[in-house]
């Protein structure tokens, strides 16, 4: 039914309101999803279709070794990026250049999930030519979807989410509290009255109130929020008298609608003028959203000034027309997508207003991604990316909008799709270090296709094309377009983006093999040394990509010189994601120097990193690295978990597709000793890397040989813990690497009180390393 629910990319929602329960269609919805590939929840909007999805995938998780995947599809506008949400639910970082759909086909293909496919009447066509190619192309994988309106599929079982019975008020009410619309109404209502219950004197009126509201769940708690304020007999006739009015005007509308449709004029009529601006202008952006960009959208310094926004956005989560929910910098806020439409219904309704709002949230995003970016190089990299990924509805919603036909009647302004070529621009690093290549290749072509002019922004958007450009047949058409925006950079007298354009050149050919080539590339950029304007990630990566150069063609004492250099900058900035790189770098070059502790040192610094900043394709590539160190200290058989491992990381990316023959020969040098050491023993060492979660299998690669194994045990064998504020400080800075002198300092408390807290904390969780305490907060993450 309806409530807020805080969201992670493919994770089940978690419920913040409680769930009254719908047994019967519980049972009847896994039951029919058991004999059947697709089941498609249908039912009118505010019937509860979304809270019901949610609670049948997760009674049917365990049926579901590879896991259940929950798609939200509210925020989306664009059909081409449905199969990209899906990828991006279920972990697929996809560098192939065919069609996206063929690639989540293959990456699936083995595998039994289970995909909730989340509000997709508002993108039908897509939908269903998706899970047309899942189910035809895949023995394993089901599909339940949401939608007001069918797929239209012919493997399709549809499910009919009704309102909520409601007993007949002139009855026998001593069994009333059975029934869930009033038990519904009886809880919401106690949230603004407490102590409010049924009773022996009430559920006759609110079992009317229950039927005139046709058991709909979202029309339920919108009258219930009502209480404060009225009596439930109140409540009829007031709404008794919106019904009226309401059916007066349209004779042919269904029921339901005329019902939901009271139900949310009466709370906007219940809402101050300032109230229901705001609730139109927040209709524009999709999915979750903080109050930052709340003020950011409605405040125009005329009709609602940024000081009322807060107020507004209060009065408009009081009323429930706004659901609260938590997010990774604080509290983030939701409108329901019935009531979102609503909303979007009222702003179209007032002229100029819709076009207005839609370039402040587009003009808000691409300042937060602009200030994202610039403080990328630094010590919030986490922060940072959790920010972008809450925001990715909304960053889709602004590049959509920019890059878009505008509305008929409409006069299109080049400044719109100069401002998503910039936003574009922006972002190079998110798509490029959080694993989504494949939708930055998306907007970045068209931005570039709607801004032919020669500008320093086409030029950015030239070289961030190229740079996303990741498998052997795309890297052709990376390279013209990052020798473009060289040639145009120069043109324009623009250094900083012809030295971006630079990086990019030799990125892609380090990955064609020219590993010649690529080195003299990079010699000369680095002794030329930063421009002014040149983003300092550039900067660094120009130097990991000479010193993985110079370790491939064995000059191994200079790349580790190279790698200390730059080592040194990372940690001036508190840097982690390229600093994970330069470790790398450094246990490859001690590799080739045949150093096996300082190598395996270096690796195991890496790998930490890797996880926590989420790495895959990195953490993958020093999982390969780490299993050939192994070879030499201690032994085939752990080398062998460890690929097996590898592969589990690999399973997210197309390895076929990515990478080069010196980046992958690593890989089969250590599987060529390691099966002709272990012989049969080496399938049974491997299964068992691969049978271990990355967190488990980084814990593994940790620990010291011969010492047990450094991973917590699964979360469901451990009671939970509760950290308080301090430690979990304290616990996310020992997860960053920090010695208990760096946390002292950072925390502006004496040593010894650090050393208290991080002691306190390894007795609490059981533990006796401090790896182990990184693993746990990677893992809770």
């Not at 931005?447 to 047949?473: D, F, I, K, Q, Y």
């Not at 012989?679 to 967190?695: I, V």
Request: hydrophobic share 45%.
């Amino acid at each position: 039914m309806g409530g807020s629910a805080a969201r992670r990319a493919g994770h089940l929602p978690v419920e913040t309101t409680s769930f009254v329960d719908r047994r019967r269609e519980q049972a009847a919805g896994r039951e029919l999803l058991s004999r059947a590939r697709l089941v498609t929840l249908t039912g009118p909007g505010g019937v509860g279709k979304t809270r019901l999805a949610a609670r049948i995938a997760a009674r049917a998780e365990r049926t579901f070794p590879d896991g259940v995947r929950f798609v939200h599809l509210a925020g989306l506008r664009d059909p081409e990026l449905v199969p990209l949400a899906v990828a991006d639910a279920i972990g697929l970082l996809d560098h192939s250049a065919g069609p996206p759909t063929d690639a989540l086909v293959a990456h699936v293909r083995d595998r039994r999930v289970l995909l909730v496919l989340d509000n997709c009447e508002h993108l039908l066509g897509a939908c269903a030519h998706l899970a047309a190619a899942l189910l035809r192309g895949t023995p394993g994988v089901r599909i339940l979807a949401t939608s007001r309106h069918r797929l239209g599929l012919t493997e399709e079982n549809l499910f009919d989410v009704r309102p909520l019975p409601v007993p007949d008020p002139d009855g026998d009410l001593s069994a009333a509290d059975g029934y869930p619309a009033l038990a519904l109404f009886a809880d919401r209502a106690a949230s603004v009255v407490p102590g409010f219950a049924l009773t022996a004197d009430n559920r006759a009126a609110v079992a009317r109130l229950c039927r005139r509201l046709d058991g709909l769940p979202l029309a339920i708690e919108l009258a219930a929020v009502r209480m404060r304020v009225l009596g439930v007999e109140q409540l009829m006739e007031r709404l008794d008298d919106r019904y009226r009015l309401l059916t007066s005007g349209s004779p042919a509308a269904l029921p339901r609608h005329r019902t939901l449709r009271a139900a949310v004029d009466w709370s906007h009529e219940l809402c101050t003028d300032r109230e229901q601006v705001v609730w139109a202008r927040l209709s524009v952006p999709a999915g979750a959203f903080d109050l930052e960009t709340a003020e950011a959208v409605c405040a125009d310094g005329h009709l609602v000034h940024g000081d009322d926004v807060l107020e507004a956005v209060a009065g408009l989560v009081d009323k429930s027309v706004l659901s609260r929910e938590p997010g990774p910098d604080g509290v983030r806020y939701r409108l329901l997508d019935t009531l979102r439409h609503y909303g979007l219904e009222r702003l179209r309704s007032m002229p100029g207003e819709e076009l207005t709002t839609r370039r402040r949230h587009r003009d808000w995003m691409l300042r937060r991604a602009t200030a994202c970016e610039r403080a990328w190089f630094g010590s919030g990299q986490r922060e940072i990316v959790a920010r972008l990924r809450a925001d990715q509805d909304n960053l889709r919603a602004a590049l959509h909008f920019s890059l878009s036909e505008p509305r008929e009647g409409s006069v299109p302004d080049p400044a719109d799709a100069l401002a998503g070529l910039r936003l574009v621009g922006a972002l190079w690093f998110f798509w490029h270090a959080c694993g989504a290549p494949r939708e930055g290749r998306y907007w970045a072509e068209r931005a570039l296709e709607a801004n032919p002019g020669a500008t320093s922004e086409r030029a950015r958007g030239l070289w961030v094309a190229g740079l996303l450009a990741g498998c052997p047949e795309d890297l052709t058409r990376g390279l013209r377009r990052a020798e473009d925006a060289r040639e145009l950079a120069r043109g324009l007298g623009d250094t900083a983006e012809a030295a971006h354009a630079e990086y990019v050149i030799g990125v892609i050919r380090l990955f064609a093999d020219d590993l010649p080539g690529a080195l003299a590339h990079f010699e000369a950029g680095v002794a030329r040394g930063p421009v002014p304007g040149q983003h300092l990630s550039l900067v660094g990566l120009d130097q990991v990509e000479l010193a993985c150069a110079l370790g491939f063609l064995g000059h191994a004492d200079r790349a580790v010189e190279v790698c200390e250099k730059t080592l040194r900058l990372c940690e001036e900035h508190g840097e982690q994601w390229v600093r994970s790189y330069v470790l790398r770098m450094l246990a490859l070059a001690h590799t080739v120097k045949q150093d096996w502790p300082r190598a395996e040192q270096y690796a195991r610094e890496a790998l930490r990193l890797k996880l926590a900043v989420n790495d895959l394709i990195g953490l993958a590539l020093t999982l390969d690295l780490t299993a050939r160190i192994a070879t030499e200290l201690s032994g085939h058989e752990r080398a062998a978990v460890l690929l097996g491992g590898a592969d589990r990381a690999w399973a997210a990316v197309d390895r076929d597709r990515w990478g080069s023959e010196a980046l992958n020969s690593v890989r089969r040098e250590t599987e060529s000793r390691a099966g002709r050491a272990l012989g049969a023993a080496f399938t049974a060492a491997y299964d068992r890397g691969a049978s271990l979660t990355l967190t488990e299998l980084v814990g593994y690669a940790l620990q010291e040989p011969g010492l047990p194994d450094a991973t917590p045990p699964p979360a469901p064998d451990r009671p939970q813990v509760r950290l308080t504020p301090r430690e979990a400080q304290v616990a996310e800075l020992v997860a960053e690497g920090l010695a208990n002198q760096q946390i002292a300092d950072r925390l502006v408390i004496a040593r010894r009180t650090a050393e208290g807290h991080v002691e306190r904390i390894l007795n609490k969780l059981g533990f006796n390393t401090r790896t182990q305490i990184a693993t746990w907060v990677t893992a809770q993450r």
